[in-house]
């Protein structure tokens, strides 16, 4: 019987997910550089010198994922937020924690949910509960995993707000 490595993605900030701008250069980031330099370490040293600043600095280890981000958007000609947003998602949640699975219930009662192919439709909270997190709408504007139990209460009760008109119309 032939076997099968299975193949893993790597997440692009680990395990917790949130993007930390001051934060060292993650795994994955040093990948995606280096994958857009074709390999070629002097052309790596020229992105890095470029980002900081300092001609005498080579290694992408000493720069933060800000600065990281800036050379991957370069490297792509991306002038959109799309890399940086796609490493900071506010609506990342614990499992463990009790608050963050009555937000994906309430959000499953309000019917803002998306399809998933493995566990059928989910509360959408790296979509919609992102981008409410985010906006003006939002009584407390920092991610989920962030919030002390008196803001995450703060977001449910706005949140049943939500599913109480979504399920009167």
């Not at 250069?25 to 330099?37: D, G, V």
């Not at 796609?86 to 924690?97: A, I, P, T």
């Not at 981008?131 to 049943?160: D, G």
Request: glycine residues 8%; contains cysteine.
């Amino acid at each position: 019987m032939k076997t099968t490595k299975k193949q893993t993605s790597t997440p692009p900030l680990g395990a917790g997910g949130l993007y930390n701008p001051e934060g060292p250069i993650t795994p994955f980031q040093k990948k995606r550089i280096m994958h857009n330099c074709n390999y070629q370490v002097e052309i790596k040293n020229e992105w890095v010198q470029w980002v900081t600043g300092d001609t005498n600095r080579t290694s992408l280890s000493g720069i933060t994922q800000a600065e990281a981000v800036r050379i991957m958007r370069q490297q792509t000609g991306d002038t959109t937020e799309a890399v940086e947003k796609s490493v900071e998602n506010w609506g990342y949640f614990d499992n463990e924690n009790k608050q963050h699975s009555y937000i994906r219930s309430i959000l499953r009662t309000a019917n803002i949910v998306v399809k998933n192919g493995r566990w059928g439709e989910v509360a959408d909270m790296e979509g919609w509960l992102d981008r409410f997190l985010k906006s003006p709408k939002s009584p407390v504007k920092k991610p989920l995993k962030q919030m002390t139990k008196q803001e995450v209460s703060k977001i449910i009760t706005a949140l049943e707000g939500v599913a109480l008109w979504k399920n009167s119309i």
